[in-house]
């Protein structure tokens, strides 16, 4: 494993020497053909453990791969193999969509944050869930959340029937199913986080959910996730809707509009989401917030600005039960995640 790791570090200035999507691209293909040819999965034969318990799940460990890095879930199990204890994959939409135009995804390294715009690009559900059914990643015990989202040409009202094509998709695939409302990128999605609106798409999945349980004979957790960019009466509404209406868990947070942390760096000024450091203060805030408000059995998943182990401990200590990464996967590599693991260690991680 650790020559694995060391490779991604020597690797890395030539890959931040390319266009920042142009070397997402490249890394992801590049760790496949590893995978295929059998050249990583012998090196991490000791996977990081700390077995832990979320939302009824057994996971390996509590450090799982936030959505976004895997829109089209093409490559499953070679991140899977990488050490992560739970693997979320998408956004995806029901139909194909290119998202918005390049560039539309830059570093801001003196942050080691990003910026991107990409909006919901993927291949479109019938491709994601040809490529969910051909990994390996939850027969060989691995957890795994499907993250759906709405068509960019979908108008706002009529989303629901975007999330509803969604879920019944992924529901037979799924370990846990993500619903994003915090997107940034496509138009008027995060107005799906005030509670009317939260509160019609929900009840329409809950409706669809006990049809789904009944045809599948098996009970899928339902996630929601969120913005950091919520005040905190936003935040207790948005926790009384999903209480009303059962969810299981809620990922906290998506990507902010903020700038305040960045102020004056290269690209800092460019529309789109900003992630890693400079959103682990609001990420922790919104944690802090739905804990007091959801109570101690209620599912946290903490994702933002995790770029080493204080980070993950400062999530769960804020209150979330496990964590996710992304962004700081860019800038640190694969040893990010058994550093988390072990930083995890002693922590209370029920729920």
């Known amino acids: ?10 690797a890395r200035p030539a890959l931040f020497s390319l266009d920042a999507e142009q070397a997402h691209e490249l890394t992801l293909n590049a760790l496949q053909k590893a995978y295929d040819c059998n050249l990583t999965r012998r090196l991490v034969e000791n996977r990081p453990a ?3 318990t979320l939302m009824g799940l057994k996971l390996r460990n509590p450090v799982g791969l936030a959505a976004g890095l895997d829109k089209n879930g093409a490559h499953i ?40 715009r990409l909006g919901f690009n993927n291949d479109g559900l019938d491709i994601f869930l040809e490529n969910v059914q051909k990994s390996h990643w939850r027969s060989e015990g691995g957890i795994l959340g ?16 975007d999330y509803l094509i969604g879920y019944h998709g992924v529901y037979p695939h799924a370990d846990y199913v993500t619903v994003n409302i915090s997107s940034p990128n496509t138009q008027n999605l995060r107005a799906l986080q005030e509670a009317s609106e939260l509160t019609d798409l929900l009840s329409q999945l809950q409706t669809a959910r006990k049809e789904l349980e009944d045809k599948h004979q098996k009970r899928v957790p339902l ?12 935040v207790d509404a948005i926790a009384a809707v999903l209480q009303r209406y059962g969810v299981d868990g809620v990922i906290a947070t998506n990507t902010t509009l903020s700038r305040d942390a960045v102020t004056g760096m290269p690209h800092a000024n460019e529309t789109g989401g900003l992630s890693g450091p400079p959103v682990h203060e609001l990420s922790l ?17 903490g994702v933002g600005g995790i770029l080493g182990s204080q980070q993950a401990r ?11 990464l992304y962004t700081g996967l860019i800038y640190k590599g694969p040893a990010l995640i058994t550093e988390c693991v072990q930083a995890l260690r002693g922590q209370n991680l029920a729920g």
């Not at 805030?285 to 998943?301: D, T």
């Open 77 to 116: 199990d070679a991140l899977g193999n990488l050490g992560f204890g739970f693997i979320e994959v998408g956004t995806v939409t029901p139909k194909p969509q290119s998202g918005n135009p390049k560039p539309r995804l830059f570093r801001l390294p003196e942050a080691h944050a990003l910026i991107n």
């Open 314 to 324: 400062e999530k769960i200590e804020a209150g979330a039960n496990a964590v996710q």
């Open 146 to 161: 499907l993250n759906i989202g709405k068509n960019a040409t979908t108008p706002i009202e009529n989303a629901v029937d």
């Open 223 to 234: 996630v929601v996730k969120i913005a950091p960019d919520l005040s905190a009466e936003q």
């Open 285 to 301: 805030a919104v944690i802090s917030r739905l804990r007091q408000q959801l109570g101690k059995e209620f599912a946290i998943i």
């Open 1 to 10: 494993m650790s020559f694995l790791f060391n490779s991604y570090a020597l």
């Open 50 to 52: 700390l077995p832990s």
